[in-house]
């Protein structure tokens, strides 16, 4: 026996700790010099047969066990140490740290053992301290980044918005391509430090998403829409499609959503051309994708190119930030090589999944797969059939425009027969009645007529057929109505204005109902002054501390016709609202004394029956503003630089439903910044009403189809003076009525009227008439010319 116990203390006393035996009764059996020398321990306290009590008393006494009443942590320890699992316990002597930890044995006796762990401590506290300083930094960098966000972006919403502004103006062509470029630059440029603020953000963990309803449809439009101008810059061919089978309104985050497409979609463009006969082509695309899922919906989003593609080796680091595809891609075509890094984390945040398929040489497919919550209103996109009831013959050569139109025209209820050739459409015609015709752009000009002449052959005389004419120039007639036929651009072909075309041209809807304001903000409308505003209830408000961005939003609101009264902080502005007269505020985030979140918190606070509609305009895209606003109590988030369509969206949206006097104004001056008008007692040299009514809604496409006018148009006038020089009376009737009928058809009526005298005169060889009138001729073209350069 005293041999075993010997043994055992050789044992514990080569033990690189503090080692004790307690009996069933929690005396002492034994101890190794360890333990009495970590505790300082008084002889004979812990000797053979003590009970444990004693060593409690002793190290409570000694605040081993931390501060306290005494007996109150020895009852608490012995109740511990007898429990079936006495827990661990951390205590400090001398300025080091032990961990103590008991074991029950199966005759009830207990071993314990003391082990050292100020090493331990002291590193983990070094850690601490490390992960203390590292939060630290990341929070003075997401700072920084804020920051540094909002003063970048403050003068570039300055530099933009003049940009918007100065191309309200007169400007001659070239003129007007140098704004272009200037403000595509600095698009670029907000791009750019966007990558970089967005990939910093969600490096810091800092990135979170909105869960708001979603219009898919509106948001694949407004996606290609955006990027039109950038593929007809390349000849490509730009076409979108969404699945009608995806609901009305999804649960998302519209900007992210937005912002991941935008990214693929200008890859696409950026690296897709037209090369001899193969043209370049780009696919937008929004399909439904099967799930199980009762309350969720799963959307694949695609684009899809025919430009240089990718090897295996190449996709691999893909997604990676600072990559892209070749080093020599970022010399060719620029670029952070962050966008597809900032995708790929913004869609694993969505729950989703992007990835790519890529063929060296023949292109890539780019997708983005995400399951989103159906909002409230549960209905897929148009809920209605519109088109019930109409048997539509489709002669659309291109396989995914066929496709497309099929799957809109069957989802509105539409019954269809597809054909291929001008002589199968004919039989189809001649065999069954058809309410509507639609011809694919593949057939242009003469044989585009000879379709429409050749169905007419065949169809009955109380059954003439109308079309829907698709067309892939922008600078045709997209959108004229007449009696029997439809324009619609299908580079990009939206739905909606797809089965808008086939009701215009059926019947089913009113050309009037369909007729827009063509000039956004030009010459249609004048900025009331202050008091005639206020009284109007259309005075709005503005809170804004930066002058440049004072003048920049007070041209902008004079330009859509309206008035604004500006204060230079939250104080200034706070009580300027509390004298009354203020439909709406626009209010920026940060401003010295007072700040927007403030503002708008006083005036929820102060405000009695009527909400005033509050809208934040700031330049701070990296703190989650959107929401920070929402939160405040404001109503809506427009982001810097605004642009002038989303601040008259929101004005339309958010000002009182109240009518506006607008003051019709000669088209060939601008309305300017401020409150003065343009002269009104002059009738203008083109008629833009009637553009309007015949060449659809598009200013852009308006403004192409004028310029165009400009060449043949001074090229007729020259030959019409040649005429004259030559007195030949039938070379003037000649080409005066030429451009008669262009000046017509453009608007320009005072020039066709006296182009129709010209011809009246030398029809009649009224050399003298022709004399006369012809020194007006100069003089009428030159102001249609500077009416179409200030367009």
């Not at 980044?145 to 300055?158: F, K, Q, V």
Request: aromatic share 4%; glycine share 8%; hydrophobic share 40%.
């Amino acid at each position: 026996m005293a041999e075993k116990e010997a043994q055992m203390r050789a044992v514990v006393e080569n033990v690189p700790g503090g080692v004790f035996l307690l009996d069933a009764d929690l005396n002492f059996f034994l101890t190794n010099n360890r333990y009495v020398e970590i505790f300082n321990i008084p002889d004979g306290l812990a000797d053979k047969g003590k009970p444990i009590e004693g060593i409690i008393r002793y190290l409570a006494q000694h605040d081993v066990y931390g501060e306290g009443n005494v007996d109150e942590l020895i009852e608490r320890r012995l109740a511990q140490i007898r429990s079936d699992m006495p827990p661990p316990v951390e205590v400090s002597v001398d300025n080091n740290r032990y961990l103590m930890v008991y074991g029950q044995m199966p005759g009830g006796e207990q071993i314990g053992i003391v082990t050292d762990i100020t090493e331990l401590k002291e590193a983990e506290e070094q850690l601490r301290k490390a992960r203390d300083a590292a939060e630290e930094a990341t929070r003075a960098k997401a700072t920084f980044l804020a920051t540094m966000s909002h003063e970048i972006r403050t003068p570039m919403g300055g530099v933009i918005g003049m940009i918007d502004l100065l191309q309200e103006t007169k400007l001659n062509a070239d003129q007007r391509q140098m704004m272009g470029t200037v403000r595509d630059s600095a698009f670029s440029l907000l791009n750019i430090i966007n990558d970089i603020l967005d990939f910093s953000k969600i490096e810091a963990g800092k990135l979170s998403l909105e869960s708001i309803p979603v219009s898919v449809r509106d948001l694949i439009e407004s996606v290609t829409e955006t990027m039109v101008p950038s593929a007809a810059d390349k000849d490509l061919r730009l076409v979108s499609y969404i699945d009608p089978e995806i609901p009305a309104s999804i649960m998302g985050d519209p900007i992210r959503l937005r912002q991941i497409l935008f990214n693929l979609a200008g890859n696409a463009i950026k690296f897709t051309s037209t090369i001899d006969d193969q043209r370049g082509q780009v696919s937008i695309r929004a399909d439904r994708v099967a799930s199980r899922a009762k309350k969720k919906v799963t959307v694949r989003f695609s684009v899809s190119d025919n430009g240089i593609g990718m090897d295996d080796e190449a996709v691999v680091g893909l997604f990676q930030p600072f990559s892209q595809a070749e080093q020599s891609t970022t010399r060719r075509f620029g670029g952070t090589g962050l966008g597809l890094s900032i995708c790929k984390n913004l869609s694993e945040l969505m729950k989703g999944k992007v990835k790519v398929e890529s063929t060296l040489g023949k292109g890539s497919t780019f997708s983005l797969t995400v399951p989103f919550p159906v909002a409230p209103d549960n209905t897929t996109q148009g809920g209605e059939q519109p088109l019930s009831g109409l048997r539509v013959l489709v002669l659309v050569g291109a396989e995914d425009t066929r496709a497309f139109i099929t799957s809109y025209l069957e989802h509105g209820g539409a019954d269809f027969q597809c054909v291929d050739t001008l002589q199968s459409a004919a039989a189809a015609y001649k065999a069954d009645s058809f309410d509507v015709v639609v011809a694919g752009s593949e057939w242009r000009d003469e044989a585009r007529e000879t379709v429409v002449a050749e169905l007419r052959s065949v169809a009955k005389e109380d059954d003439m057929p109308r079309f829907v004419l698709l067309t892939s120039d922008r600078g045709e007639q997209r959108g004229m109505v007449v009696p029997d036929r439809v324009v619609v651009e299908d580079e990009p072909l939206p739905p909606a204005s797809f089965i808008r075309a086939v009701e215009l041209a059926t019947g089913r809807r009113s050309p009037e109902a369909t007729r827009v304001d063509l000039i956004t903000g030009k010459a249609k409308v004048r900025a009331p002054g202050i008091e005639e505003a206020r009284a109007m209830g259309q005075l709005i408000l503005v809170a804004e501390d930066n002058l440049t961005n004072q003048d920049v939003i007070r041209r902008q609101l004079n330009l859509l016709g309206y008035a604004c009264e500006i204060g230079a902080d939250g104080v200034e502005a706070l009580r300027m609202w509390r004298s009354g007269g203020y439909a709406m505020l626009l209010t920026d985030c940060h401003m010295p004394e007072m700040d927007g979140f403030q503002l708008t918190g006083s005036i929820r606070d102060a405000e009695t029956d009527e909400r005033l509609p509050i809208v934040a305009i700031t330049a701070n895209v990296l703190q989650g503003e959107a929401g920070r606003c929402i939160a405040a109590g404001m109503d809506e988030y427009l982001s810097k630089p605004i642009e002038m369509p989303k601040l008259k969206a929101a004005l339309k949206k958010w000002m009182p439903a109240q009518a506006r006097t607008e003051v019709e104004v000669s088209d060939a001056k601008l309305v300017e910044a401020g409150n003065e008008v343009a002269d009104v007692s002059s009738s203008p040299a083109v008629d833009v009403s009637a553009l309007t009514e015949v060449f659809g809604d598009d200013p852009d496409t308006v403004r192409e189809i004028l310029q165009d006018f400009i060449g043949p148009a001074t090229d007729n006038v020259a030959e019409i003076e040649e005429a004259m020089a030559q007195h030949s009376a039938g070379g003037v009737r000649s080409a005066a009525h030429k451009l008669k009928s262009s000046a017509r058809a453009v608007g320009a009526n005072e020039l066709a009227d006296l182009c129709a005298k010209l011809e009246l005169a030398g029809k009649e060889g009224d050399l003298s008439t022709i004399a006369d009138e012809g020194k007006k001729l100069s003089g009428a073209m030159e102001q249609v010319i500077q009416f179409i350069n200030g367009f």
